[in-house]
């Protein structure tokens, strides 16, 4: 997996190739808003399209003295498929402990930029190699400013059994 501090750019949507990942990113930017960023009370999962909440993903961003902490919410059924086990309620130690400190510095980035970033790399799940993977991450606020949820898409591409 690449450096997250090396991976984590701005959104340019000319870059992403998933219409899921823009899906979620207008989503984000039609949202309304009582300060800078959405609430995560607006995040209604009735508004995303069936092909799209499988891939879905919410992480809850606590601060302490700065620093923030995270706990997955909610993984989205195919990434969890992928991934070969349940992660929501755990954190990035718990669920990724190979290479959570990258995850989470990733994850600090989203929170602090407070606006949306996209990360494209590779990936093996179960030794499969994955051509590019592409994750959105979009920052919200319950106050309109402190991010306290993460909340995107996780898409990549599918090897056909063989």
Same mark, same amino acid.
């Given at each position: 997996?690449?450096?997250?501090?090396?991976?984590?750019?701005?959104?340019?949507?000319?870059?992403?190739?998933?219409?899921?990942?823009?899906?979620?990113?207008?989503?984000?930017?039609?949202?309304?808003?009582?300060?800078? !960023?959405?609430?995560?009370?607006? &995040?209604?999962?009735?508004?995303?399209? *069936?092909? %799209?909440?499988?891939?879905?993903?919410? +992480?809850?961003?606590?601060?302490?003295?700065?620093?923030?902490?995270?706990?997955?919410?909610?993984?989205?059924?195919?990434?969890?498929?992928?991934?070969?086990?349940?992660?929501?309620?755990?954190?990035?130690?718990?669920?990724?402990?190979?290479?959570?400190?990258? !995850?989470?510095?990733?994850?600090? &980035?989203?929170?602090?930029?407070?606006? *949306?970033? %996209?990360?494209?790399?590779?990936?093996? +799940?179960?030794?499969?190699?994955?051509?590019?993977?592409?994750?959105?991450?979009?920052?919200?606020?319950?106050?309109?400013?402190?991010?306290?949820?993460?909340?995107?898409?996780?898409?990549?591409?599918?090897?056909?059994?063989?």
């Amino acid at each position: 997996m690449e450096k997250a501090d090396n991976a984590f750019v701005d959104v340019d949507t000319s870059t992403v190739d998933d219409r899921r990942i823009l899906w979620i990113l207008d989503y984000w930017e039609q949202l309304p808003r009582q300060g800078s !960023l959405p609430s995560p009370k607006q &995040i209604d999962p009735l508004d995303i399209p *069936p092909d %799209v909440l499988p891939f879905i993903f919410k +992480i809850s961003v606590q601060w302490q003295d700065d620093e923030p902490s995270f706990v997955y919410r909610l993984s989205g059924t195919q990434l969890t498929k992928e991934y070969g086990r349940e992660i929501t309620g755990k954190t990035p130690r718990l669920a990724f402990p190979t290479y959570y400190r990258d !995850l989470e510095a990733g994850y600090k &980035i989203a929170a602090t930029r407070k606006h *949306p970033i %996209v990360h494209q790399y590779h990936l093996p +799940i179960f030794n499969r190699e994955h051509k590019k993977v592409e994750r959105l991450m979009c920052p919200f606020a319950s106050d309109g400013e402190t991010v306290d949820m993460l909340f995107g898409c996780l898409t990549f591409p599918f090897r056909q059994p063989g």
